[in-house]
């Protein structure tokens, strides 16, 4: 089945630092989805990229699609304490319309 | 935007009971809704899709017999974990969508403990 690998597992910044998250897929994915999960929280919506080297940003946070479709990356510029959790993708997968997640990267911030 | 609320939030049962967590859309109709199972520091794991009015769909190794799935209504699914055992203990999410496009919202899932 599908898979969806995500690096770095673990991520120690320090505040103001950028990060970044990676997700590669053995598949063309036919859209991707990024999921923030708080420490001890649900997952949220962040965004989903369809078209082939798609590039959308929310303030800080810029996300890019492969022009393969088969990987995304998440950059977080001048990271934050609001910034910590863990950042997941996702794409299409199981069930109807079921998501495969990437493992997920856990982001520490030091202050 | 869309509303999932997921009851309860934790809950302790004893090995052998069964245990029942419920899924409801708040504001919007799903036809299709999704359980998870998530471990510790772990990813999301899809177990099954809840569909509307029928059965649902496991995914491979998942056991239906184990974990109920029941979608009585547009607006709510029951997860069922039947003769739960201390291995069954785990975060259950359920999450729902308003379609493939706009993102899915996840309820804020259940903290089953099994003792």
């Known amino acids: 089945g599908q898979q969806v690998m995500q690096i770095p597992q673990y991520q120690h910044v320090q505040e103001g630092e950028d990060f970044t998250t990676y997700c590669n897929s053995s598949t063309t994915l036919s859209n991707i989805q990024w999921y923030k999960q708080r420490p001890g929280g649900h997952p949220v919506f962040l965004i989903q990229l369809v078209k082939s080297g798609e590039v959308k940003k929310q303030k800080r946070l810029t996300f890019q699609f492969g022009e393969a479709k088969k990987n995304s990356s998440l950059h977080i510029t001048a990271t934050q304490t609001t910034d910590v959790g863990t950042y997941f993708c996702a794409g299409p997968g199981g069930g109807a319309d079921g998501l495969t997640f990437g493992k997920g990267t856990h982001l520490i911030i030091q202050p | 935007g869309a509303v999932v609320s997921q009851h309860p939030s934790w809950v302790i049962c004893k090995s052998g009971t069964s245990v029942k967590i419920e899924c409801r859309s708040l504001?919007?109709?799903?036809?299709?809704m999704f359980w998870y199972r998530q471990f510790p520091k772990q990813s999301l794991m899809l177990m099954a899709t809840s569909n509307e009015g029928s059965k649902a769909t496991y995914e491979q190794g998942v056991e239906k017999d184990k974990f109920l799935i029941n979608h009585a209504s547009l607006t709510l699914s029951t997860l069922t974990v039947t003769s739960a055992h201390p291995e069954d203990s785990s975060f259950y999410i359920c999450s729902a969508g308003e379609g493939a496009n706009y993102g899915y919202t996840f309820g804020s899932g259940t903290r089953l403990t099994v003792v």
């Open positions: 504001d919007f109709q799903a036809t299709t």
